[in-house]
Each structure stands twice: as C-alpha cells, then as structure tokens.
C-alpha cells in the first residue's frame, strides 16, 4: 500500500533528516516508529502527508508516487489519510465540534451525516461534553483527543499519528492505544510515530526504529527494545 | 458534492470568521473605510472643481456692440442665426433702452455722468448681443461664424466685438482650466492609488493572520476553494461594511463642510451634492470595497496554498 523508495530528506541547512529508506507497508497494518528526538520520524510522516517533498527518491501510496501529484490533486490524497499531528493543529476560531465537522464538510458528507456522526465519534475520545468549547478551552489532553476524533471521522485509509500520547498520562495513553487498536481492527492502517516505551511494548505489532535518519530495526512483533 | 451545499458552507463559515475574529474585522473594515472615505472624498473634490471651472467659464462672454442707428430687427434677425450655431448656449439681446437703464443703474452715483445724461438728452447707447459658448475653448469658432455674417461685416452695424479684448483673459481661463483638471486627474489617480493600497495591505495582514489556518485546512485535505472561499466572502463583508460606514461618515462630513463649500465656491453645496448623489456615491463605494476585499483575498491566499 505505501512503499518509501530509497527516499531521502536533506534540508536547506545541509542537515539530512532521513537517508535512503526503503520501506514498505501493507494495508491493514498496524506499524510503530520508534526513535529518539531528531531520528526522522516526522519527516517520514510529512513526506507521505506530502507536506515535505523528498530530496531524491520517490513514495507510493497504492502505487501512485505521491510526489508527483499535481497542486489541485493533492487534497484528495489527504483526505485518504487521518492524521493527528504533533502539535495538534487544531483550528483555533473553530469550536469542537466543527473542527471535527470540518473534515466531514471536506469530502462532501451531507449535513444529516455529519449530525449523526460527530457526536459519536466525540463520544468515542470522551470529548461529547466539550462540543462548543474552542481548542484554547481545552487541556493538552483533550486537545489531542480532539485531534484523533478529526482523524478518524472519516474512516480514512491510513491513520498516521505523531506521538498521539505525548501529553497524556498512562491510563490516557493506554485510552488512546485502544481507539488506535479498534481503528485498526476496522481495517484501517495505523502508522504510530512515538517514543512512549509503554504504548510501543503495549502494540505489540510491527516496529520500526529509527537512528539518525536511517532505520536500524524492523520487527514484526517488536517492543520498544527488541 | 452539490455546489449549493458547497456554497451555502462557504458563506456561512465566511460569516462566523467574520464575526469570531472580531479584532481583525474590525481594524480591516476601519482602515477599508478610511481608504473609501479617500476616494469618495475626491469624488466630492472632483465635482466641486468642476463646478468651480463652471462658474468661471459662465461669466465669459461675447458681446457685439452695435451702432445705436441699427435697426432693431436686423439684430433681432441676428440673434436668430447665431442661435443656431452649435457651439453657442446662449444669445442674450439688450435693446437700446435696457442698456441705457443698465448704464444710469450702474452710475446712479456718479454725478458728473448723470448730468452729461440730462444735457445729451438722448440715448447714446447701442443695442448689443451678448453670445455664451458651452466652452470657453469654443468662442474663437463662434467668433469667426459670427464675422462671417453680412451684418456683422458691415462696419457701419457693429460698432465693436469684444472678443479681441478678452481674447488674453479667455486664452488663460483655458489654460488655467486645462492644467486644473490636470491636476485635479493626476491627485485623483494618486491618492486612489494609495488608498487602495492601504486596503490590500490590509486584507494581506488580515490572511497573514490566518496562515497557520490555511495550512492546517491544506493538511486535512481542504480543497482550495474551502480555504479561499471563506476569505473572499469576509473581504466582500469587509468591502461592504466598509462602504457603508464610509458613506454614514460622509453625512455630517459633507454637512458640516457643505457650508463653508456654498461660500467659499458661489453656490455649490457639497452636503446637497450627497444628498443628491448619495446612491450612486453608496453603490460605488460598497462595489469598490467588496471588488478590493475579494480580489486581495483572492491574491492574498493564494501565497499560502502551495502547502
């Protein structure tokens, strides 16, 4: 389904970010990264979000290569995939409610649907008493909540989630490691980026480390160590 | 998707941004309003300049001094065909006795020519024709249509045109009229120039603010027309709003200025010229604001879209 083909990222500053990763992940799987700070994770994610274009190499998503979609082709891609981003990226002068209405409005579901649906999914991140609240009335945790509700809403193809248990505590992390789990059960790909040595030994599915850029490690049924 | 539907978000999520990001809307739709309050403010400067040259151009005139022996149909006869040179707007006869009442009028003060009057005993004064152009620039045409005329030609009829006597003071008020418009023109395009960069600047400032948005709405899939959509709906808010406040400040604006104007520029009252022009002021005010609101918006957004 997604296939790194000896893809590198350098950036302006000579600093290379990730170096000739060839990877490939099948459909339905549930695959972890794992790393330290700085090792590439992110930027591996921001290239298949082709939110980065890649220095040399190519990506293919169902065997398309992402990178050379054109401009106006590029947000269909997307809306295959649900992410939950690092810092959230939540829009601020939109309520809850509509942030997570707002990835429906996207792919064109009607009204009805979005009625239906949004409330269910808040539901499920436990955020159904929060639906007009703005993202600054919220706390770290329910922030990142909100940010898996928006990615999962559509049911996409791909789940891709950049340390989704980075400011919570462990029952919130194991919380989330659940909602990930079910998601995927439901068949869709699940592309965990962390370094909570908890959750990673918790998955206890494929995992990837990662080193300065390169990958040293890929276990089909790894933990955080092994 | 139905593009209704489409529509229908895009305006309704133009509307709550412009209500929730109240700080931005309002200092946009202040300076929008300064900047329309500019060009209509030179619309106004623009009428009154005109209405200036006007008056200046109607106090020239032509006037063909006849011998007072002149039969007054011959004149009358004159008049007629003058009349109906197209240059002309106006012929105005003074008969003999009127131009002899104008005359003890003017000097009913003056003794020494009111007892040469009493000794003459008579009316020394001739009959004239007094001839108005559309254009001052035109009485050098109606001038040589009227020589051309055999009554005119004759020199024991006309006594004197007084246009060769103007013709220097004529020749200015041209020029003078020339180079004001000029001026007036060139200020004109300037300061429209400036206020309209002002608002671009503005609307740029106002998306600048919302480029993490536009991004976040790129990385969720957001096709561009969702993200630009709702930008070129606020800016026509801005525009319309905008226009509106503009045209509520040029009331007691033009009121509290129309009085000094009716003075200072002999008649012309720049308050009943609002009044006058206020839907056609109000139309281009609201369509000049919303046009810069959704072409900026438009330009503005476009920078942040390639994500």
């Given at each position: 389904?997604?296939?790194?083909d000896?893809?590198?990222?350098?950036?302006?500053?000579?600093?290379i970010?990730?170096?000739?990763?060839?990877?490939?992940i099948?459909?339905?799987?549930?695959?972890?990264l794992?790393?330290?700070?700085?090792?590439?994770?992110?930027?591996?994610?921001k290239?298949?979000?082709?939110?980065e274009?890649p220095?040399?190499?190519?990506?293919?998503?169902?065997?398309?290569n992402?990178?050379?979609?054109?401009?106006a082709?590029?947000?269909?891609?997307?809306?295959?995939?649900?992410?939950?981003?690092?810092?959230?990226?939540?829009?601020?002068?939109?309520?809850?409610?509509?942030?997570?209405?707002?990835?429906?409005?996207?792919?064109?579901?009607?009204?009805?649907?979005?009625?239906?649906?949004?409330p269910?999914?808040?539901?499920?991140?436990?955020l159904?008493?929060?639906?007009?609240?703005f993202?600054?009335?919220?706390?770290?945790?329910?922030?990142?909540?909100?940010?898996?509700?928006?990615?999962?809403?559509?049911?996409?193809d791909?789940?891709?989630?950049?340390?989704?248990?980075?400011?919570?505590?462990?029952?919130?992390?194991?919380?989330?490691?659940?909602?990930?789990?079910?998601?995927?059960?439901l068949?869709t790909?699940?592309?965990?980026?962390?370094?909570?040595r908890?959750?990673?030994?918790?998955?206890?599915?494929?995992v990837?480390?990662?080193?300065?850029?390169?990958?040293?490690?890929?276990?089909?049924?790894?933990?955080?160590?092994? | 998707?139905?593009?209704?539907?489409?529509?229908?978000?895009?305006?309704?999520?133009?509307?709550?941004?412009?209500?929730?990001?109240?700080?931005?809307?309002?200092?946009?739709?202040?300076?929008?309003?300064?900047?329309?309050?500019?060009?209509?403010?030179?619309?106004?400067?623009?009428?009154?300049?005109?209405?200036s040259?006007?008056?200046?151009?109607?106090?020239?005139?032509v006037?063909?001094?006849?011998?007072?022996?002149?039969p007054?149909?011959?004149?009358?006869?004159l008049?007629?065909?003058?009349?109906?040179?197209?240059?002309?707007r106006?012929?105005?006869?003074?008969?003999?006795?009127?131009?002899?009442?104008d005359?003890q009028?003017?000097?009913?003060?003056?003794e020494?020519?009111n007892?040469?009057?009493?000794?003459?005993?008579?009316?020394?004064?001739?009959?004239?024709?007094?001839?108005?152009?559309?254009?001052?620039?035109?009485?050098?045409?109606?001038?040589?249509?009227i020589?051309?005329?055999?009554?005119v030609?004759?020199?024991e009829?006309?006594?004197?045109?007084?246009?060769?006597?103007?013709?220097?003071l004529?020749?200015?008020?041209?020029?003078?009229?020339?180079?004001?418009?000029l001026?007036?023109?060139?200020?004109?395009?300037?300061?429209?120039?400036?206020?309209?960069l002002?608002?671009?600047?503005?609307?740029?400032i106002?998306?600048?603010?919302?480029?993490k948005?536009?991004?976040?709405?790129?990385?969720?899939?957001?096709?561009?027309?969702?993200?630009?959509?709702?930008?070129?709906?606020?800016?026509?808010?801005?525009?319309?709003?905008?226009?509106?406040?503009?045209?509520?400040?040029l009331?007691?604006?033009?009121?509290?200025?129309?009085?000094?104007?009716?003075?200072?520029?002999?008649?012309?009252?720049?308050?009943?010229?609002?009044?006058?022009?206020?839907?056609?002021?109000?139309?281009?005010?609201?369509?000049?604001?919303?046009?810069?609101?959704?072409?900026?918006?438009?330009?503005?957004t476009?920078?942040?879209?390639?994500?």
């Amino acid at each position: 389904m997604i296939t790194f083909d000896k893809i590198s990222k350098t950036y302006q500053t000579k600093e290379i970010s990730v170096h000739d990763i060839d990877l490939t992940i099948k459909k339905g799987e549930f695959v972890t990264l794992i790393g330290p700070s700085g090792a590439g994770k992110t930027t591996l994610l921001k290239l298949l979000l082709v939110e980065e274009k890649p220095s040399s190499g190519s990506l293919y998503f169902d065997g398309v290569n992402v990178h050379n979609l054109r401009q106006a082709d590029i947000p269909r891609y997307r809306q295959r995939i649900g992410v939950v981003f690092q810092d959230y990226k939540l829009l601020e002068h939109k309520t809850v409610y509509e942030n997570v209405a707002f990835a429906m409005e996207m792919i064109g579901k009607s009204d009805a649907e979005i009625k239906a649906d949004v409330p269910h999914a808040l539901e499920i991140v436990g955020l159904q008493d929060k639906g007009y609240s703005f993202p600054h009335q919220l706390s770290g945790g329910e922030q990142q909540r909100l940010a898996i509700a928006r990615a999962i809403i559509n049911q996409p193809d791909v789940l891709v989630a950049d340390e989704p248990t980075g400011s919570l505590d462990p029952e919130g992390s194991q919380g989330v490691l659940g909602i990930l789990k079910k998601i995927n059960q439901l068949g869709t790909t699940v592309i965990l980026a962390t370094h909570d040595r908890e959750v990673v030994d918790a998955t206890k599915r494929r995992v990837i480390k990662m080193e300065k850029g390169r990958i040293t490690r890929d276990t089909e049924k790894g933990s955080y160590h092994e | 998707m139905s593009l209704r539907l489409d529509l229908q978000r895009i305006v309704r999520e133009g509307f709550i941004n412009f209500w929730r990001n109240k700080l931005i809307s309002f200092s946009t739709v202040v300076v929008m309003t300064m900047g329309l309050l500019v060009m209509t403010s030179l619309l106004f400067l623009n009428a009154v300049m005109g209405f200036s040259l006007q008056q200046l151009q109607d106090r020239v005139d032509v006037n063909i001094y006849f011998f007072p022996d002149v039969p007054e149909s011959e004149i009358i006869d004159l008049q007629e065909r003058i009349q109906i040179i197209p240059e002309v707007r106006d012929v105005q006869y003074v008969s003999r006795d009127q131009a002899f009442t104008d005359f003890q009028e003017r000097h009913s003060n003056d003794e020494l020519i009111n007892r040469s009057l009493e000794e003459l005993g008579d009316n020394p004064l001739g009959a004239s024709l007094n001839i108005r152009a559309y254009e001052s620039t035109q009485y050098e045409a109606v001038v040589t249509a009227i020589e051309t005329e055999p009554v005119v030609a004759n020199s024991e009829f006309v006594e004197r045109i007084n246009y060769y006597d103007n013709k220097a003071l004529i020749d200015r008020l041209n020029e003078f009229s020339t180079i004001s418009q000029l001026i007036s023109t060139a200020v004109i395009i300037f300061f429209m120039i400036i206020a309209l960069l002002v608002i671009l600047s503005t609307m740029r400032i106002a998306i600048f603010a919302a480029k993490k948005e536009i991004r976040i709405k790129r990385l969720v899939g957001a096709e561009n027309r969702y993200i630009r959509g709702p930008f070129i709906v606020m800016g026509s808010l801005y525009g319309f709003f905008s226009g509106v406040l503009a045209m509520a400040a040029l009331y007691p604006m033009t009121r509290w200025i129309g009085g000094y104007t009716k003075t200072f520029f002999g008649g012309m009252d720049i308050f009943n010229y609002y009044l006058l022009n206020a839907l056609p002021i109000f139309i281009i005010a609201i369509c000049a604001g919303m046009m810069v609101g959704i072409i900026s918006s438009y330009v503005a957004t476009r920078k942040y879209l390639k994500v």
